[in-house]
């Protein structure tokens, strides 16, 4: 049956129905007709009923292929209409039924408009979800999930299909069952914060409301906040670690300068000494601020992706670096050696890539035991310059490996200070690295020393003029 209720084949007089009816006529004709019957009747009433039989059979036959199956066609067209499939008819050559097929035919083009309407927006709108970076989940009044876009399926690692499933089977949440709930009870917007830690560590912000336009359920937006609570981190970490790092030279200042007000500039040894230490001091916060402006110049031109570059010649800066630490080496009895192989010249900023030297090479010196040694080794390997920077000094313990990089970090806090450093070094060379399109890699053993790699691309530079003239000359 259609979903009209009407067969898909109208028959209103069926052929066989209409012949039985013509041959009860004839019997009872027959019946009422007087005995006995003249002669040559019989055969005439036999032939009279043959022949309005064949006249019966064939106006149904007309009427049938006329009438009645266009019909049946119209009804067949009218039921899938009604079922959301909307095409054309053939258009009767019966008056009546043309203009029944071409009503049908019009309804079928406004319905076909208004279906294509719809499925352009439904396509519209799942585009959208499906772009979103935000996970959006609808739930029902039952609290049962009804469709989520693939964001959100990322977010919480979902697989399969989430359709009448509670959310609290979709995922074990708390808050996200309690902001779904409390949305569906009370009609109003809500938010919240959850904490992922499956697939990776997220931090995801929730907020819901109440579907609206007479629909009843709610709709759930989970933004990833992660990397903007990593930064905020940051920030404080950040803000905190200055005012330490400041705090501590700047009550040493104070001191001695109240020492000397005191009575001690009088005296001309405790004088002398307390001057010193003024300046030392000084020169640490000079350092420290000139650390703190190289990270946010350099996080500066990340950010803009503007680095200046210029053919550099690596071998010449480390030459400069080593000279610039000699005395260093030379006071805490270090043996500073070179090692060199031919390299082109590489594509960066100058001063940016002799800091990076100095301060590994920095890092070597106040970081070794006495008459140990630093050994500074230049090379090619597979299209990127390697700059390595070797000591024997204390090593580093493994578990700080992967926060030596850090803004501030130090393993020897003490020690650290003592020599000097802002603590800044190493995140500046890590810096300076990426800026060049390269990366840094570290290794150490306690008691054996460390090793830092500093890879960069040579981008096809030319080679500097020793080896273009050796080249030349050969």
């Known amino acids: 049956m259609s979903a009209l209720g009407l067969p898909p ?57 006329r009438l009645f199956r266009p019909l049946a066609r119209l009804v067949a067209e009218a039921d899938a209409l009604a079922g959301g499939r909307a095409r054309r008819v053939e258009e009767s050559p019966v008056e009546e039924l043309g203009v029944l097929s071409r009503a049908l035919n019009r309804l079928a083009e406004t319905a076909e408009t208004q ?11 799942q585009s959208i979800l499906a772009s979103m970076s935000e996970g959006v989940l609808v739930v029902g009044p039952d609290g049962r999930a009804s469709s989520a876009n693939p964001a959100f399926r990322r977010l919480f690692d ?33 938010s919240g914060q959850i904490e992922l830690h499956v697939p990776e560590r997220r931090t995801l912000l929730l907020a819901s409301a109440a579907l609206a336009g007479g629909e009843r359920g709610a709709v759930v937006v989970a933004r990833d906040t992660t990397e903007l609570t990593r930064v905020a981190d940051m920030r404080r970490d950040f803000v905190a670690n200055v005012s330490h790092e400041l705090k501590t030279p700047l009550a040493a200042i104070r001191g001695y300068a109240e020492t000397l007000r005191d009575g001690a500039l009088r005296e001309e040894e405790t004088a002398l000494r307390f001057t010193e230490r003024l300046l030392w001091q000084c020169r640490r916060l000079q350092a420290l601020l000139d650390d703190l402006l190289t990270l946010s110049r350099l ?53 940016g890539l002799e800091r990076l030297l100095v301060n590994l090479l920095d890092n070597a010196i106040k970081y070794n035991r006495p008459g140990g040694e630093v050994q500074l080794r230049l090379a090619p390997s597979g299209g990127l310059a390697v700059i390595e920077v070797a000591d024997t000094g204390i090593g580093i ?30 995140a500046i060379v890590k810096h ?9 890699e570290v290794e150490s053993r306690i008691g054996r020393g ?9 981008g096809g530079a030319e080679p500097p003029p020793a080896a273009a003239a050796a080249s030349g000359q050969a």
């Open 397 to 426: 313990p493994a578990e700080a490996l992967g926060r030596i990089f850090e803004r501030f970090y130090r393993v020897d806090k003490g020690r650290a200070r003592d020599e000097g450093g802002t603590g800044l070094g190493l």
């Open 9 to 65: 084949k109208l028959r209103l007089a069926p052929l066989w129905p209409a012949l039985a009816a013509v041959l009860i006529a004839g019997t009872l004709l027959w019946h009422l007709l007087p005995r006995p019957l003249p002669a040559g009747t019989v055969a005439a009433l036999a032939l009279a009923a043959a022949a309005a039989a064949a006249v019966v059979a064939l106006c149904l036959l007309w009427l049938d292929r």
């Open 299 to 351: 996080e500066s031109l990340a950010d803009q992706q503007v680095t200046p570059r210029e053919p550099v010649d690596l071998s010449a800066l480390a030459q400069r670096a080593v000279e610039t630490l000699a005395a260093a080496a030379r006071e805490r009895r270090l043996r500073l050696l070179v090692r060199e192989e031919p390299l082109p010249r590489v594509p960066g900023d100058a001063d």
């Open 450 to 458: 460390t090793t830092f790699r500093v890879f960069l691309p040579m």
């Open 115 to 125: 279906f294509a309407a719809v499925r352009s927006e439904r396509d519209h709108l």
């Open 432 to 440: 300076l690295a990426q800026a060049h399109g390269g990366h840094v």
């Open 158 to 190: 979902l697989t399969g299909e989430v359709a009448g499933k509670p959310v609290l089977e979709l995922s074990r949440q708390p808050e996200l069952g309690r902001v779904i709930a409390a949305t569906l009870r009370q009609g109003g917007p809500q």
